[in-house]
């Protein structure tokens, strides 16, 4: 909505401002003591001419928080519906195009957006923070089927290794994931979460625990 951009756009920057002069004030504090750990630090640091100091954290704060509030409109997902396609952007980066009529199921599920295919597989999980009311009429209003939840959630058992029924390759893609995801490398974890999804493996996270199942065609 309108407030929430204006928010992130003005009261980031703002904040930033807020705790750069609340730093500044910190520094000269803390070189008033008599010691401590990097007390020659703070004291060349409270050198610094009053008037230059306060302007340059403020300044500094007010660009650190303008930074964060370019990352979060960077990574907002926007959803285009219409009767015979869905389109996912986020920020000014890669655009998805999705037909409709490849879609078999739609729903959110912890804080994502997830499409799933005629075989039942997914054709994107993505984080999404508008709100499920909202996905919901704009994609039932356009006739996609939308749940309230996975239809396959009973479908997904944990993954540990040397899982035996697994197709050749996947255990150790998905051993390569899960020190990924420990590592916090969502990159990485993505690409083998589309490498695995070609193999016929879907991949669901909780937490840092991987769980899995096969997709196929949605039986009639």
């Known amino acids: 909505p309108p407030w929430e951009r204006a928010l992130v756009w003005i009261g980031l920057p703002l904040l930033g401002a807020a705790l750069g002069r609340l730093l500044d004030l910190l520094v000269h504090w803390v070189a008033s003591l008599p010691g401590g750990p990097?007390?020659?630090?703070?004291?060349l640091a409270a050198k610094i001419p009053e008037s230059s100091a306060a302007?340059?954290?403020v300044v500094l704060g007010a660009l650190v928080g303008l930074g964060l509030a370019?990352?979060?409109?960077?990574?907002?997902?926007?959803?285009?519906?219409?009767?015979?396609?869905?389109?996912?952007t986020r920020g000014r980066g890669a655009?998805?195009?999705?037909?409709?009529?490849?879609?078999?199921?739609v729903f959110r599920e912890g804080g994502r957006l997830v499409l799933l295919g005629p075989e039942t597989e997914e054709l994107a999980r993505e984080q999404c923070e508008l709100s499920?009311?909202?996905?919901?009429?704009?994609?039932?209003?356009?006739?996609f089927p939308w749940r309230d939840g996975d239809p396959y959630a009973n479908e997904y058992r944990p993954w540990v290794a040397a899982t035996p029924d697994l197709p050749?390759?996947?255990?150790?893609l998905l051993q390569a994931r899960a020190r990924a995801l420990a590592k916090g490398e969502r990159d990485d974890a993505a690409e083998l979460r589309t490498e695995l999804a070609?193999?016929?493996?879907?991949?669901?996270d909780e937490k840092k625990r991987q769980t899995w199942r096969r997709s196929g065609p949605v039986a009639s």
């Open 38 to 43: 990097f007390h020659g630090a703070f004291e």
């Open 55 to 57: 302007l340059g954290s």
């Open 70 to 88: 370019y990352q979060t409109a960077r990574e907002r997902l926007t959803v285009i519906v219409s009767g015979d396609r869905v389109t996912l």
């Open 95 to 105: 655009v998805r195009e999705i037909a409709g009529g490849s879609v078999s199921a």
């Open 132 to 143: 499920p009311e909202r996905l919901r009429d704009a994609f039932v209003g356009h006739g």
């Open 168 to 172: 050749p390759g996947a255990g150790a």
């Open 198 to 204: 070609q193999m016929g493996i879907v991949v669901r």
